[in-house]
């Protein structure tokens, strides 16, 4: 999600301004009233002083405000700028999914697992491509998403386990079942909705599909299958805390209900 421009400064941006301006204000008034009492040459520099005072404590708002102007423009730009680009990655992202709903739609039955796996590529792909341009625009830097697909195996032991990734580098590489604090979590998720922790460290059950744990924070929910039933469960993680805090999670849903269906065609 893009931020709301705003034309606020940080707390303490312009700290100095009010100190500055009534600084300049009672050196204009003490320069005017020694001017008066004064003459010749000393008289002119002293009115001279009180003027350059005077400009200053008037002057120096006008120029904040220009300022603050300016930067909200700018603010406002870069916002319209990046709902532009996410209305461009979001109509790039849905029409494959159309054509590929069609494909399944017409496909014959022994096709249909082929394009079935196309859709989870996809999807995964189309994730991590929509969400990382508006969290860029709102931090200034890429957050280096990762996007993961776990299939849920159903059963007695029902078991979650990895199919596909995109985004930052990292296959994911663990499966997890209910023998595990980690794996009782996830199949928790994928049975209630959608979670999103910000800090890994604060969560008391370690969590991690990869080698590296190198993630900090991390969203999971799950895709739904037929009857309602989970068919798997979708990861979005990021390397610092709280870098999911933009993460336009009902995209997110929206694109996951999409890859859903095409699991049921």
């Known amino acids: 999600m893009v931020p709301e421009p705003s034309g606020r400064g940080r707390p303490g941006q312009w700290s100095w301004l009010v100190p500055v301006v009534v600084s300049a204000s009672t050196a204009a008034w003490l320069t005017g009233v020694t001017s008066g009492r004064t003459a010749g040459g000393l008289r002119i520099a002293l009115m001279v002083c009180g003027a350059l005072f005077t400009a200053a404590a008037s002057g120096v708002p006008l120029w904040q405000q220009a300022r603050t102007s300016r930067?909200?423009?700018?603010?406002?730009a870069a916002a319209q700028d990046a709902r532009a680009a996410m209305r461009v990655a979001l109509q790039d992202a849905l029409d494959p999914f159309a054509a590929l709903l069609l494909q399944l739609?017409?496909?014959?039955?022994?096709?249909?697992?082929?394009?079935?796996?196309?859709?989870?590529?996809?999807?995964?792909?189309?994730?991590a491509q929509v969400c990382e341009p508006g969290m860029a625009a709102a931090a200034g830097a890429p957050r280096r998403l990762r996007v993961c697909y776990f299939v849920l195996e159903p059963g007695p032991s029902r078991l979650l386990v990895p199919r596909a990734h995109a985004g930052r580098a990292g296959a994911p590489t663990v499966s997890f079942d209910r023998s595990t604090a980690a794996g009782q979590f996830l199949l928790r998720i994928a049975d209630d909705g959608w979670t999103a922790i910000d800090d890994t460290e604060q969560l008391g059950v370690?969590?991690?599909?990869?080698?590296?744990?190198?993630?900090?924070?991390?969203?999971?929910?799950?895709?739904?299958?037929?009857?309602?039933?989970?068919?798997?469960?979708?990861t979005v993680d990021a390397l610092t805390p709280g870098g999911l805090a933009t993460l336009d999670l009902p995209l997110v849903r929206l694109l996951t209900h999409l890859l859903s269906l095409a699991l049921q065609m």
Do not use: C, N, S
Request: zero cysteines; charged letters at 20%.
């Open 71 to 76: 930067a909200r423009a700018d603010a406002i």
């Open 105 to 127: 739609a017409t496909a014959r039955a022994k096709d249909k697992l082929l394009l079935r796996g196309e859709a989870i590529g996809l999807a995964v792909t189309t994730i």
């Open 206 to 234: 370690p969590v991690w599909w990869d080698e590296d744990h190198q993630y900090r924070a991390f969203a999971a929910g799950p895709v739904p299958g037929p009857g309602g039933e989970p068919a798997g469960l979708i």
